[in-house]
């Protein structure tokens, strides 16, 4: 069975320090896609970034960063210089054939940037 | 491109009474999904349209839920009677295309039973 495990519940920063969110995920499958999405107050889930298991590539956007390590089954978001809008509730998500490309998401990070 | 809408934003209803969503997805994307949100969780899958057709509903409760699709376009979701376990906020999504596909998600009903 697929599982994503995000431990840390809540997070909170001073404005401007890095902050990274762990995610480790399980599954069975070789070939499997991985996600970030971002929660604000507003509700909506708005995609952050997709990997596919065959790219361990790590990825920079502007200040976010990933580290994919299929090692140690771990896909770590970090956030350089973060800013008060950063503050949300960060989810990591699995898809694969093994849960019929169902996206499962992990329990989430909130994240508190502080002035 | 408008996002997904749904509504209503927000819903209070006494336990056993029925209630209804709706999502309208993005335009051109013909897969819609329905998820539910507990709090301190992240969403669960609660049934896939591919078109018009439900795919994926093997998590959804049938005795009490149902939804809909017609024209391949609209969603609703209800459930009836309601029960206060279903307190909870209820997100549509959709995609274009299938397996993988990024999905973009509207802002969500929050469901309260009292």
């Known amino acids: 069975a697929q599982k994503v495990t995000q431990a840390q519940t809540e997070i909170s920063v001073v404005e401007k320090e890095d902050v990274t969110l762990d995610c480790v995920y399980e599954t069975r499958d070789t070939t499997y896609y991985l996600f970030w999405y971002k929660q604000p107050p507003s509700g909506e889930l708005v995609f952050l970034i997709r990997r596919n298991s065959f790219d361990e590539q790590n990825e920079i956007s502007g200040r976010y960063s990933w580290n994919f390590q299929k090692s140690t089954s771990s896909f770590n978001f970090t956030i350089t210089a973060s800013q008060v809008v950063d503050s949300a509730v960060y989810f990591c998500a699995l898809s694969g054939m093994d849960s019929s490309y169902k996206l499962i998401f992990g329990s989430g990070t909130r994240l508190l940037v502080r002035p | 491109e408008a996002g997904v809408v749904q509504s209503p934003r927000y819903k209070i209803i006494e336990k056993k009474q029925p209630v209804a969503f709706w999502c309208n997805p993005i335009?051109?994307?013909?897969?819609l999904y329905w998820y539910r949100q507990n709090l301190g969780q992240g969403p669960e899958l609660l049934i896939r349209?591919?078109?018009?057709?439900?795919?994926?509903d093997s998590q959804l409760p049938k005795d009490r839920f149902s939804a809909e699709r017609l024209k391949g376009v609209d969603s609703t979701l209800k459930i009836q009677p309601a029960e206060l376990g279903d307190s909870a906020v209820y997100l549509c999504a959709s995609s274009f295309g299938t397996d993988n596909s990024p999905l973009h998600f509207g802002n969500g009903t929050r469901l309260t039973v009292t």
């Open positions: 349209y591919e078109n018009e057709e439900a795919v994926d």
């Open positions: 335009s051109g994307h013909n897969t």
